[in-house]
């Protein structure tokens, strides 16, 4: 009986289709049973490399590609494209076995062959060959091929080698890139080759190679195990981990480690992957980051990858204030507006000219940041950050209200999320019992100074301690840490992604134009950079539009969506922002009038299946969609007036407000995929990239 295994990378290209082909696609998928019993709809392809590649016909237009083994029924579906493009990338490929891990390899000869002729015509003279410490014996073993020991002994710098990411067999490239960071051919063996060598390995055995895949090939029988298999292919590509990623993910470190990178790099999937391998291992782990909508996304997405219900009992996915609480008793949570009424109480009762803000924001970012407890440690604590300059006498009617104002807290038994995390902090010192072998952080640039006490306090330090994800360009509150203040010392264990893997280059430059010229700070105060950070994936450049009232704007966002449907797009699949919960609502009452299901993720409640997902931009952070639509984007919307402090009240807070307006921004618009339609009414906002648009 023919199978028909489904290549994890086929998936990528299917969400990329419009419905309609989706449709086709899966028909001929449904049909290939019968098919590939008869032989009808495999066709034989002229002038190519490897003769076991056949074609799939879907329609007079696009085509499949299938490896078609020479003995055996198994078959394995790689790539659906049109009649022209489908042809071009099979031309030069070869499908061969790795020796090392049995599974196969999909290698463009053409590719290597260039490579080697051009390292030939052009040899280094008197240059150490980069593998030269590298045996034979050690380079097979790693399951380096003829072919790449060949084109490896020849290189002299691992630029040479770079500059061939994601076009040479997987493996074997993530292999010699270990080699030549200095990993010893064991390590590379361990975090790199990562299996149990199988007992024989035929090379021409492609049916066995594709059987010890399942990672990576999942085999279809019958249509309810292919349907469920596409039900959610979006969904599938969030969690897939990219070879270059892999390091990251399975590397043990001796102490803490941090993987930083623009938006869409896989910081998120390498903490899966990282949660997923050390909770194999049998460790306590805590993925954490900040907000409840991203924890839940989190979890939903360590579902998908892990379906061992004792792997997933050992993760517990929380935000670090649901760690906080799970320390602290009984409490009163003081609201926002309640908190303000007590420091105007306070400043009344002081006669003080100072603003419930400034003292608001002079407690958390320079008391609680630094864990001050003293009134001598605040009158000489630096206040990095802090614009308005306090003279002595000044900052002592500051403490002084501040401790009125913790007075206060206490006597009302009220709590706010940073207090909690500093009682928190206190009972997980005292008991010693940390709760956690493992903590992995994700969006760490938006953690407050005492969320990340709470974080160094459950878990004991030492290996695989704590691994820290985060892109301070994607900052969007006002949490600004040097994790070296908060006893975290990364020095040395920190990667950077260059590879955005999940928006188009044109969406990607776009967005990271809005941030040109911008001063931001990295998680240890040096300066971050996108330089570098690119995406090999094309597509149409974002859509801006301009209304000259809401209502235009919100109907031509209605438009927008609607064509998005029409081509195939799930509503699921597509995001809609926006920067205040008013704009948000009105979004989705203007969907829903137009007979589009639409539901609002709030802190408690994620869309259903089926409606377009609609919420904050500060929501918006860590979620993914094909297609997104940003809407709001005016002058008199984005900086929000309410979230920017004046310039006269303190110069250097205001232009960290801007800031952290742009950045948002920007992490709306890095949620798309595919599209993306950002809109205004009125004049725009001062962030646009209008004159690149």
């Excluded at 990219?242 to 390091?247: K, M, N, S, T, V």
Aim: negative net charge; charged residues 30%; glycine residues 6%.
């Amino acid at each position: 009986m023919p199978k028909l295994g489904i290549h994890q990378d086929f998936l990528q290209d299917l969400i990329r289709l419009e419905r309609p082909i989706q449709s086709k696609v899966l028909e001929a998928i449904k049909k290939f049973e019968q098919n590939a019993h008869t032989g009808a709809h495999l066709e034989k392809l002229q002038d190519i490399r490897d003769q076991r590649f056949k074609s799939i016909r879907i329609d007079r237009k696009y085509r499949g590609i299938v490896l078609v083994p020479e003995q055996g029924d198994h078959f394995t579906l790689l790539k659906v494209d049109t009649h022209d493009e489908a042809y071009g990338w099979v031309r030069n490929r070869r499908a061969t076995v790795n020796m090392a891990t049995g599974h196969i390899e999909i290698r463009d000869d053409a590719i290597i062959d260039t490579a080697i002729e051009t390292l030939t015509q052009d040899p280094v003279v008197a240059v150490r060959p980069l593998f030269e410490h590298v045996s034979n014996a050690d380079m097979a073993r790693l399951g380096i091929d003829d072919q790449m020991l060949r084109f490896a002994r020849m290189l002299t710098d691992v630029a040479m080698l770079e500059a061939l990411d994601g076009k040479l067999p997987q493996v074997q490239f993530d292999v010699l890139f270990g080699l030549a960071a200095g990993m010893s051919p064991e390590d590379v063996w361990n975090d790199v080759v990562g299996v149990a060598v199988p007992e024989r390995i035929d090379p021409n055995d492609l049916v066995a190679a594709a059987g010890r895949m399942p990672h990576k090939v999942a085999l279809v029988e019958g249509p309810e195990e292919l349907m469920a298999l596409f039900d959610k292919p979006f969904a599938r590509w969030r969690v897939y981990l990219h070879p270059l990623q892999r390091e990251s993910a399975y590397q043990s470190f001796s102490g803490p480690a941090q993987v930083v990178g623009g938006p869409g790099t896989g910081k998120t999937v390498v903490a899966l992957h990282r949660a997923r391998n050390l909770a194999r291992k049998g460790g306590r782990v805590l993925l954490t980051t900040f907000t409840a909508t991203l924890a839940r996304s989190l979890a939903e997405s360590l579902r998908l990858l892990e379906t061992d219900d004792e792997v997933l009992s050992r993760i517990d996915v929380l935000t670090v204030d649901q760690v906080a609480r799970r320390q602290v008793g009984t409490f009163a949570l003081l609201r926002d507006e309640e908190e303000k009424e007590l420091w105007r109480r306070v400043i009344r009762r002081r006669a003080l000219d100072l603003t419930d803000r400034f003292l608001a924001e002079e407690w958390r970012q320079v008391v609680l940041a630094q864990g001050i407890t003293l009134s001598d440690d605040y009158l000489g604590a630096k206040r990095v950050g802090r614009g308005r300059r306090l003279g002595s006498l000044q900052r002592a009617q500051v403490w002084r209200a501040i401790a009125e104002f913790e007075q206060d807290l206490a006597e009302g038994n009220f709590r706010t999320f940073e207090t909690v995390c500093v009682e928190a902090t206190r009972v997980l010192k005292e008991s010693r019992d940390e709760p956690y072998d493992h903590v992995i952080v994700d969006e760490a640039q938006d953690l407050h100074p005492v969320r990340w006490r709470v974080i160094r306090a459950a878990v004991a330090s030492g290996v695989d301690d704590l691994f820290i994800a985060g892109d301070t360009h994607q900052r969007i509150y006002d949490n600004r840490v040097s994790l070296s203040s908060v006893g975290v010392q990364v020095a040395g264990r920190s990667t950077r992604l260059k590879i955005n893997y999940r928006t188009t280059e044109e969406i990607l430059a776009w967005s990271c134009a809005m941030l040109a010229g911008e001063k931001i700070d990295d998680l240890d105060g040096s300066r971050a950079s996108l330089t570098g950070c690119r995406s090999e994936v094309h597509g149409a450049r974002p859509e801006l539009h301009g209304a000259a009232t809401r209502n235009a704007e919100l109907a031509r966002m209605v438009e927008v969506v609607r064509t998005w449907l029409d081509v195939g797009v799930l509503p699921d699949e597509i995001g809609i922002a926006a920067r205040s919960e008013t704009m948000g609502q009105a979004a989705v009452e203007a969907l829903k009038r137009a007979d589009i299901e639409a539901g609002y993720l709030s802190r408690d409640k994620d869309g259903a299946d089926g409606q377009v997902r609609v919420t904050t931009m500060h929501r918006m952070k860590g979620l993914e969609f094909r297609c997104v639509a940003v809407i709001g984007v005016g002058a008199n919307q984005l900086p929000a007036p309410n979230a920017i402090t004046p310039r006269e009240e303190d110069a250097t807070t205001h232009a960290n407000d801007l800031q952290r307006e742009r950045c948002l921004l920007f992490v709306a618009c890095t949620r798309a995929r595919e599209r993306l339609h950002v809109s205004w009414h009125g004049e725009p906002s001062p962030f646009l990239n209008l004159a690149n648009g």
